[in-house]
């Protein structure tokens, strides 16, 4: 089987790199790894966010503004081909604070940001009155909220579905329960995996999530990437609630009242403990009091992939060229710049992004 390009890893981040890459007529295998793997896409919070995003990296800032721009066309398409409403919102999203000392240095920093991207970063304060009036179930504690107008949410599940459908109509091969175990490359690159298949393709995409921190360096990258807990809670699904998302909870398209996440160093541990899920309760009854009388159905933890600034990486091996490696905390917030955008940068086409601050090159040699 030889491809234009394999993918390795049938996350978010793997389908929507697959989807944007047939889209322009490539031949397009993806490796999906088995039920053990840990799997970010099926754990995620499911916010399209662009607030903090690149408080010290404007770049960031921007590239999350462009594929947040790019969301409803791309959600458009996906649901109209598919028949999967991806359940996006985009009306903006909170930040909400239960201090004015926390809102205010917020503030201050978004303001710094904002200069640096030349005003474009549409935020507006919000006092605890006039939160009020957007979020009426708002909880007396909050002090206020940052209203930024280019954030939004989504259906992470119902994306998934939606893109391993578009991706199979569109011609794209995904083998599931595939562990890859090494690359080679001669005049192709050869994938080989546990189960004793080879894969071949003229380049490869590394997007395994947390598989990266074995594989890269098997392929001439760095890969400092290493795996942050988030615990996540939701309710039984309520009547209207929450009219906007925020970092603390979010309604989501089915009714439930998601709350999360948690952010813990515990190495490869995904499982959910009663002190986090107390926490997360906690906080979400401060900020929505009426959720004390909510039934929560379900709880889950998951693991994030963070690079040591937490931003993406996206880098072309110095040692295997033609691979490359395609990383991010954000795959459902990049989904939509992996889809439409990230393809031209793997084809160096004229329409390339310039990605050069997420390279490898800013990590010091260990």
């Given at each position: 089987?030889?491809?234009?390009?394999?993918?390795?890893?049938?996350?978010?981040?793997?389908?929507?790199?697959?989807?944007?890459?047939?889209?322009?007529?490539?031949?397009?295998?993806?490796?999906?790894?088995?039920?053990?793997?840990?799997?970010?896409?099926?754990?995620?919070?499911?916010?399209?966010?662009?607030?903090?995003?690149?408080?010290?990296?404007?770049?960031?800032?921007?590239?999350?503004?462009?594929?947040?721009?790019?969301?409803?066309?791309?959600?458009?398409?996906?649901?109209?081909?598919?028949?999967?409403?991806?359940?996006?919102?985009?009306?903006?999203?909170?930040?909400?604070?239960?201090?004015?000392?926390?809102?205010?240095?917020?503030?201050?920093?978004?303001?710094?940001?904002?200069?640096?991207?030349?005003?474009?970063?549409?935020?507006?304060?919000?006092?605890?009155?006039?939160?009020?009036?957007?979020?009426?179930?708002?909880?007396?504690?909050?002090?206020?909220a940052i209203l930024?107008?280019?954030?939004?949410?989504?259906?992470?599940?119902?994306?998934?579905?939606?893109?391993?459908?578009?991706?199979?109509?569109?011609?794209?091969?995904?083998?599931?329960?595939?562990?890859?175990?090494?690359?080679?490359?001669?005049?192709?690159?050869?994938?080989?995996?546990?189960?004793?298949?080879?894969?071949?393709?003229?380049?490869?995409?590394?997007?395994?999530?947390?598989?990266?921190?074995?594989?890269?360096?098997?392929?001439?990258?760095?890969?400092?990437?290493?795996?942050?807990?988030?615990?996540?809670?939701?309710?039984?699904?309520?009547?209207k609630l929450i009219?906007?998302?925020?970092?603390?909870?979010?309604?989501?398209?089915?009714?439930?009242?998601?709350?999360?996440?948690?952010?813990?160093?515990?190495?490869?541990?995904?499982?959910?403990?009663?002190?986090?899920?107390?926490?997360?309760?906690?906080?979400?009854?401060?900020?929505?009091?009426?959720?004390?009388?909510?039934?929560?159905?379900?709880?889950?933890?998951?693991?994030?992939?963070?690079?040591?600034?937490?931003?993406?990486?996206?880098?072309?091996?110095?040692?295997?060229?033609?691979?490359?490696?395609?990383?991010?905390?954000?795959g459902i917030t990049?989904?939509?710049?992996?889809?439409?955008?990230?393809?031209?940068?793997?084809?160096?086409?004229?329409?390339?992004?310039?990605?050069?601050?997420?390279?490898?090159?800013?990590?010091?040699?260990?």
């Amino acid at each position: 089987m030889t491809s234009d390009y394999a993918i390795i890893g049938g996350g978010i981040v793997g389908l929507s790199t697959a989807w944007g890459l047939l889209k322009r007529g490539l031949r397009v295998t993806v490796l999906d790894g088995d039920d053990g793997s840990f799997r970010a896409s099926r754990g995620n919070f499911g916010l399209v966010w662009v607030q903090s995003k690149g408080m010290n990296q404007p770049r960031y800032a921007q590239w999350s503004q462009e594929s947040a721009a790019a969301w409803a066309d791309f959600a458009n398409e996906l649901g109209d081909v598919t028949g999967r409403d991806v359940g996006l919102a985009q009306n903006g999203g909170y930040d909400l604070h239960f201090s004015e000392e926390s809102l205010e240095a917020t503030v201050a920093q978004y303001n710094v940001l904002k200069e640096n991207l030349g005003g474009n970063y549409p935020f507006e304060v919000l006092g605890h009155n006039a939160l009020r009036r957007e979020e009426p179930a708002i909880g007396p504690r909050v002090a206020g909220a940052i209203l930024h107008h280019q954030d939004g949410h989504a259906n992470p599940l119902k994306l998934l579905r939606a893109l391993a459908d578009d991706v199979r109509r569109l011609g794209g091969v995904i083998l599931n329960g595939k562990t890859v175990t090494d690359v080679e490359k001669t005049d192709l690159f050869c994938i080989r995996c546990s189960d004793g298949s080879d894969i071949r393709s003229r380049k490869v995409v590394l997007s395994a999530g947390l598989g990266a921190i074995t594989l890269g360096p098997m392929m001439g990258f760095k890969a400092p990437i290493r795996p942050q807990r988030g615990q996540v809670l939701i309710t039984e699904k309520l009547p209207k609630l929450i009219n906007r998302p925020s970092l603390i909870a979010r309604q989501v398209d089915e009714g439930g009242i998601q709350i999360g996440a948690t952010n813990e160093e515990v190495g490869l541990d995904d499982h959910v403990t009663q002190p986090g899920l107390s926490g997360l309760a906690a906080e979400a009854v401060a900020a929505f009091p009426a959720l004390a009388k909510a039934q929560l159905v379900r709880s889950w933890g998951a693991l994030r992939i963070l690079s040591p600034d937490g931003l993406p990486i996206y880098q072309e091996s110095p040692t295997m060229p033609g691979a490359y490696l395609v990383t991010c905390h954000s795959g459902i917030t990049l989904a939509a710049a992996h889809a439409r955008f990230l393809p031209d940068w793997l084809e160096a086409s004229e329409a390339a992004p310039n990605l050069e601050v997420f390279s490898e090159d800013r990590f010091a040699v260990s």
